[in-house]
């Protein structure tokens, strides 16, 4: 941001509106409100939290509406940072992070703690389990490595980045034996280095969050985040997703910041003379708010390419418009139910996490490769559930329970329509659970079903895409969303990107909200 305007030369804060009220773009508002920043979050829906929502969709019943667990945030230390305990959120950790339930009745579960994870996977195949220790100790110091170079924070610890990628570099064979790791798919590495499905399937149920399928190049690195979860473990907040925007909103409030709900945003407005920069933006209203800065926490495409007036030109434009966004997405069955999966051979503590019913990774490559076709998948549809009740009893009656259901390979675009499918296809994913925990669906007293059609309309997500843009290799990290955006500036002063769609990373981070708002406060000294 160079050629500053003269009237706000000397001015190291100023009036900064936030479009978007997910996560990211309260997380800037904090901590733009904690430098001294005017700041304003504007948010289009009725409510803040964005993909970080919960709501009562059946009476009594409380459902996450998109995420339902919360991990990179808590690898972070902005929880810490911003004192989001004492606004009132509280987690719990999800212990089993991850069970595998298979139609021959076998159960898988994945601890936080390698060994225990090693003694579950023994019980169904010993040698296995000595293949999944062995790999998991190549990962490990890997995933050290990228949660340094995705977190800002991690930088500060330059003793153990260096040491911790020089043992990443001799477990994997050196440069090239790393290189060929990483720009692997993930069902090639996992097919290479196990012999069942008894591990290959979930964990590769787990790198489908990516929205990436198993024959994507350059996949690898989802499948070997694995061991982050070993290392972090995977996290519930009590009362919902709701609760880290609530919490969030609580502290935005503290330091002096506003919000506003039901205010989409129209346009956002920029001038060229004297300079290129931005002036506020225009609500559907027709509603004008004048501001200093603009942080468009909202898929970096929508904002650069169609809400900023006049529009991104030129090769930064051109190359945001190729980033690339898949048409596999997730569809999401949300049961209340009288019970949770009733699992043969379950034991306590099964329902504590992510319970995943992938049979195979072939099963699973074919489902991403009908969703790019725009075709549903086949049967057993890939899917995997949520059973928050489980650990948070708030969010139903009492001896009530919640189920959150998701197929991470539905198509966006589906031949025909999601108005024709769409209940046939929430059936066929209750029948993939029914195949594993009978009577299951004799427990289910209503449901709600969000397809990504539902999503992209109520959300306003292009392409209903969790993440805005593909996490792949070539728009990850400082490449997200292109390598001249990923610093989160824009060529128009005064207006910085955040969101799911830019650097480094999408998911329940709260990264890429902190990193815009330290580039703007940079900026603008």
């Known amino acids: 941001m160079t050629g500053q305007d003269p009237a706000t030369r000397h001015r190291r804060t100023g009036t900064v509106v936030v479009v978007g009220g997910g996560h990211n773009g309260l997380v800037a508002g904090c901590y733009l409100a904690r430098a001294g920043w005017h700041v304003l979050v504007l948010e289009q829906s009725g409510k803040l939290g964005g993909g970080s929502r919960t709501d009562e969709l059946v009476p009594g019943y409380r459902f996450n509406t998109h995420a339902a667990a919360h991990n990179i945030i808590n690898a972070t230390d902005i929880v810490d940072d911003l004192r989001l305990g004492e606004a009132g959120l509280v987690y719990r950790e999800m212990d089993p992070f991850s069970v595998a339930v298979f139609t021959d009745g076998a159960i898988v579960r994945f601890h936080r703690s390698v060994a225990a994870t090693v003694d579950s996977i023994a019980e169904v195949d010993r040698a296995e389990a000595d293949s999944y220790a062995a790999w998991i100790r190549q990962a490990m110091p890997l995933v050290t490595t990228m949660r340094a170079a995705i977190d800002a924070g991690g930088m500060r610890r330059l ?14 064979g050196g440069p090239l034996g790393l290189a060929s790791t990483l720009l692997s798919p993930y069902g090639r590495l996992l097919t290479e280095r196990f012999a069942t499905e008894y591990v290959r399937g979930p964990v590769a149920a787990f790198a489908a969050h990516a929205s990436a399928g198993p024959d994507q190049v350059g996949g690898a690195t989802f499948a070997l985040w694995q061991a982050f979860y070993h290392q972090i473990g995977q996290w519930h907040p009590l009362g919902g997703s709701q609760a880290l925007a609530d919490a969030l909103a609580m502290r935005l409030a503290s330091y002096g910041g506003t919000w506003r709900v039901d205010a989409p945003v129209a346009r956002i407005l920029r001038t060229t003379a004297p300079v290129d920069r931005v002036v506020g933006v225009e609500l559907e209203s027709g509603e004008r708010i004048d501001a ?39 569809s999401l069955v949300l049961l209340a139910t009288t019970a949770p999966p009733p699992y043969p051979h379950a034991r306590a503590g099964d329902w504590n996490g992510l ?15 009908q969703a790019q076709a725009r075709r549903l998948p086949a049967d057993p549809v890939p899917t995997y559930a949520f059973t928050p009740t489980a650990l948070d009893d708030s969010l139903a009656p009492p001896d009530r329970h919640t189920v959150y259901l998701a197929c991470p390979c539905a198509p966006y675009e589906v031949r025909g329509g999601w108005g024709r499918v769409r209940d046939e296809f929430a059936d066929r ?7 594993r ?35 792949s290799l070539d728009q990850l990290g400082p490449l997200r969303p292109t390598r001249a955006l990923a610093s989160h500036l824009t060529p128009v002063r005064g207006l910085v990107i955040s969101g799911a769609g830019t650097a480094p990373v999408g998911g329940i981070a709260g990264i890429p909200g902190r990193a815009a708002a330290h580039a703007l406060i940079k900026a603008w000294r």
């Open 159 to 172: 003793p153990r980045l260096l040491a911790s990628t020089a043992r990443a570099l001799a477990r994997n």
């Open 292 to 330: 200093d800065a603009v942080v468009a926490a909202v898929d970096p495409r929508m904002a650069l390419l169609k809400l900023l007036d006049p529009p991104l030109s030129g090769p930064s434009a051109n190359r945001l418009r190729a980033a690339a966004r898949s048409n596999p997405v997730q």
């Open 355 to 369: 319970q995943s019913y992938v049979d195979s990774i072939g099963s699973l490559a074919d489902g991403f490769a």
């Open 429 to 435: 994913m209750i029948a993939t659970v029914e195949a």
């Open 437 to 471: 925990a009978p009577g299951f669906t004799a427990t289910i007293l209503d449901r709600v079903v969000h397809t990504p059609e539902d999503m992209a309309r109520q959300l306003r997500w292009p392409g209903a895409h969790p993440m805005h843009l593909d996490i």
